[in-house]
């Protein structure tokens, strides 16, 4: 039996990542068939509680967060984090108040189709995730999804943007 730290940390957080990433898929099937439409209201519960994490980890490593782009850095860097480095993407800059993350891979794809999942639900999961990270990273922005490769599209497509609020230099309080 070889002693667990005797395995590399990148062979480790690959296989870990890619349990993470199935997790959901595994839970849906077990529990969708029992609770039907219930399960999205209560799981897009879990996914958007689950976005709390963002902030703590760009606040703990220091990430940025003060201009679209450094937003979607950092996002893409949490995602990595959080759901392994199963992620192909690409951070185009289109102004100081814009950026556009560009995945095009996305370990939940994989995940859904390795877990046998009964598909199709893929997109509410990173929807409820990423419209509510973006906002706790920074107050001013908000997040749109352009593209999606889990309804189709060849890639996905999600516009930071400043909120329209913070665009016209209304930022009030939360």
């Not at 996914?47 to 490593?61: R, V």
């Amino acid at each position: 039996m070889p002693d667990p730290d005797s395995i590399p940390d990148d062979v480790k957080w690959r296989l870990a990542a890619g349990f993470s990433a199935k997790l959901p898929f595994l839970y849906d099937r077990a529990f969708r068939a029992e609770l039907g439409d219930r399960y999205d209201e209560i799981e897009q519960e879990v996914w958007m509680e689950a976005a709390a994490s963002a902030f703590e980890i760009a606040k703990t490593l220091s990430l940025r967060v003060g201009t679209a782009k450094e937003i979607a850095d950092t996002l893409r860097t949490i995602m990595v984090i959080l759901f392994g480095p199963g992620f192909k993407t690409e951070v185009l800059d289109i102004s100081q108040d814009g950026a556009v993350i560009v995945i095009k891979r996305c370990p939940f794809l994989s995940g859904r189709f390795d877990a046998d999942s009964t598909g199709g639900h893929v997109f509410r999961k990173c929807m409820a995730f990423t419209l509510t990270a973006v906002p706790r990273l920074n107050r001013n922005f908000s997040v749109r999804f352009v593209r999606t490769m889990c309804t189709g599209d060849r890639q996905c497509e999600i516009k930071v943007a400043k909120s329209e609020p913070a665009a016209q230099g209304k930022t009030g309080k939360i």
